[in-house]
């Protein structure tokens, strides 16, 4: 057997067996008080083990010719990080380097010595799972050596495995330990992902990137580019990309294939396409083939937001007529011939995907009926819900629109876009879609927030919900959210996003202010009340409003997230600041000291002129204009409008100042 480094950057971290020395000794337990901690998304089947360990220094990558290696390198690096300085690789199994941990990492397709090392810890292989599945194996083999198995269906499932062993890993004083753990796991649904389709100022390619890394790490698949600045995509379809934006897209394409993520270019030439045209199909495989050979693997035609009641052609009314009808066979007939012209021809691409003209509801029509009828089966068909911005998607729902369009259907959810509402950050959890849904559609992805940090909290949830949509949980997948993205100060990032929490999904705000403010109220007009006890809770609630925009600009390690929330996070921070003055005003009035009211009254109308000028520019629609963030909304402006209203009484003519509101 002959031990070899791991090819890449695990190639300077290999140490000679010979200067290890007795690497084969035993390692410790696992502490009986750690348990595994929660794996994200929630794995199908998870048991826990006797049988975990604390991690040593010293580790064995056992890898085979097909493994996958972005898998290597996320392992790699997490067991860097749980203290591993030596690291030692080979191929087979009969003969294995002397460590005190053995990492197999591959699948039967990709390593044939993980097989035998999951039947050494009485665990069954991936066999029979569905495509991006894995088992994961932690704890120790019969010879009592702590052992890893990483055993995907294919490559993208032992990634995903490296992906849960990354979570399990629990820092400890001095060492890190692995909990002994048996995981089985798959998706329900196939794509699961992101449609970058907003109005607006689009991401940049960092966001993207960063983005790339964040699915990979969520076990998202799936990034259809398609943002409405890139005028390659719509008005100008025909033309060819210039280099310096084709290298663009491959920086893109390259960064996807190593995440695991489907980089779908999605080409809209519904403006001026002439359906029977040669040339026009031409020109668009073409354009297609360009990204190909830069590594696009997925490709869609949208076919949204155009008329098809007029024709781009003469050519094409003479064909196929007028109405709902034709304008479904003549998109039926052009996307054939793409799938019989270009998909057909290129191993390895991933089916493709088109964007009906009626994107949305479930009833039936003349072009639908062209489209299920006409178009080729394998063909998917782009969804959007019952509406536009839908707040509930059934079981019912999703199977009535597979019926209506006769394809596969891939949901194209708009949640948490917020280029409708430019003036909101939408934090809330990603809600009201039925578990049942992922068994009627071939994948779903959301339309983001402009601001592409912020949208990670929605999309933590519905990367959840797509792989196991059984076991989702809003809430409590909002709060795992928060804490996988706040890091040490995700209570302050909860304040922030509890006050930016109600959409088209739910009508709640404010979930912890709300109550909070209504309990003081009930207290300010009950004089038998406490109120000091409510006083003081809405206090000490402002004052974590206050100190969360520096809490995160300080503790969060994630400056893009901090600026592109910045307006909103200044908002909720004065707010906490008027908050509190708002009720020195009240508690002035309370104890009948007019010099104190009117000074805290000085003091509550500029924080008000303070919030009523943080403003931002936003260009929804492609049309740039000056907008007012919104933060708690319909919860803290009525709470300051009622005290203003209550010291103006109370003060009448004594007042005296002038003061408004």
């Known amino acids: ?61 056992i890898i085979g010719n097909g493994t996958d290696q972005p898998a290597v390198r996320v392992v790699q690096d997490l067991l860097k990080d749980a203290g591993v300085t030596n690291f030692l690789t080979a191929s087979g199994y ?59 269906i294919d490559q993208a499932g032992t990634f995903y495995a490296a992906q849960s062993l990354r979570q399990l890993v629990v820092p400890s004083p001095g060492k890190s330990t692995l909990p002994g753990v048996a995981i089985r796991d798959w998706p329900v649904t196939s794509l699961r992902g992101t449609i970058e389709v907003f109005y607006g100022v689009p991401w940049s390619t960092k966001d993207r990137l960063d983005q790339f890394d964040f699915y990979a790490a969520t076990k998202q698949n799936i990034y259809t580019y398609s943002p409405k600045d890139d005028p390659f995509l719509r008005a100008q379809w025909r033309d060819p990309y210039p280099p310096d934006k084709l290298a663009v897209l491959k920086q893109l394409a390259e960064r996807a294939i190593e995440d695991h993520v489907a980089f779908t270019y999605a080409l809209s030439p519904g403006l001026s396409v002439c359906y029977s045209s040669d040339q026009d199909e031409q020109v668009l495989i073409n354009k297609f083939q360009s990204l190909w050979n830069i590594g696009v693997r997925g490709f869609a035609i949208p076919l949204d937001d155009i008329s098809y009641t007029r024709w781009n052609c003469p050519e094409d009314e003479a064909r196929w007529g007028t109405g709902g009808d034709a304008a479904g066979r003549a998109q039926a007939y052009f996307l054939n011939r793409v799938q019989k012209d270009f998909i057909d021809t290129h191993a390895g691409i991933t089916p493709l995907q088109m964007v009906p003209t009626e994107y949305k509801n479930m009833s039936d029509s003349p072009y639908r009926t062209a489209l299920r009828e006409e178009l080729d089966p394998r063909v998917i068909v782009f969804w959007a819900g019952p509406q536009t911005v839908t707040p509930n998607i059934t079981t019912a729902d999703a199977q009535q629109a597979k019926a209506v369009f006769g394809h596969d259907i891939l949901i194209g959810d708009n949640y948490p876009v917020n280029d409708y509402v430019s003036n909101r950050l939408l934090l809330g959890p990603y809600a009201g879609r039925e578990p049942g849904v992922t068994g009627q559609i071939y994948g779903l992805t959301v339309n983001p ?40 100060v995700w209570r302050a990032l909860k304040v922030f996003a509890e006050n930016n929490y109600s959409s088209v999904l739910t009508g709640q705000e404010s979930l912890v202010l709300a109550p909070l403010i209504e309990r003081y109220w009930g207290s300010y007009n009950n004089s038998g009340r406490d109120l000091g006890r409510d006083a003081h809770a809405l206090s000490d609630y402002f004052d974590q409003m206050a100190s969360t925009p520096d809490q995160l600009k300080n503790g969060m390690n994630n400056t893009a997230f901090v600026t592109q929330s910045q307006a909103w996070l200044d908002k909720l921070g004065l707010y906490g600041q008027a908050g509190n003055t708002a009720m020195k005003v009240l508690t002035a009035q309370q104890a009948g000291d007019a010099s104190e009211a009117r000074k805290e009254r000085l003091a509550l109308n500029h924080l008000r002129s303070q919030l009523a000028n943080i403003s931002i520019t936003a260009c929804p629609l492609g049309q740039c204009k000056v907008v007012y963030p919104t933060v708690a909304p319909g919860v803290m402006e009525p709470f300051l409008n009622r005290t203003v209203e209550l010291n103006d009484q109370w003060l009448g003519p004594r007042g005296g100042l002038g003061l408004t509101r």
Do not use: C
């Open 94 to 152: 009969k003969s294995l380097p002397d460590a005190p941990l053995h990492v197999y990492i591959g699948g039967p397709s990709e390593n044939n010595a993980s097989a035998s090392a999951l039947h050494d810890l009485g665990l069954q292989g991936p066999d029979g799972l569905n495509p991006e599945g894995y088992v994961l194996g932690i704890g120790r083999d019969t010879e009592k050596h702590a052992v890893v198995v990483l055993s995907g």
């Open 449 to 488: 927030m402009v601001q592409s940090q912020p949208s990670k909290i929605a999309q933590f949830g519905s990367a959840s919900f797509l792989w196991n949509s059984q076991a989702y949980n809003s809430n409590s997948t909002w709060l795992a959210g928060l804490k996988y993205l706040g890091g040490p």
């Open 1 to 61: 057997m002959k031990v070899t480094p791991v090819r890449s950057r695990l190639t300077a971290l290999v140490t000679s067996a010979f200067l290890i020395g007795s690497a084969n000794s035993a390692i410790p337990p696992a502490p009986a008080s750690v348990s595994a901690p929660q794996v994200w998304p929630p794995p199908q089947q998870q048991t826990s083990r006797p049988d975990g360990f604390q991690v040593p220094t010293t580790a064995a990558l």
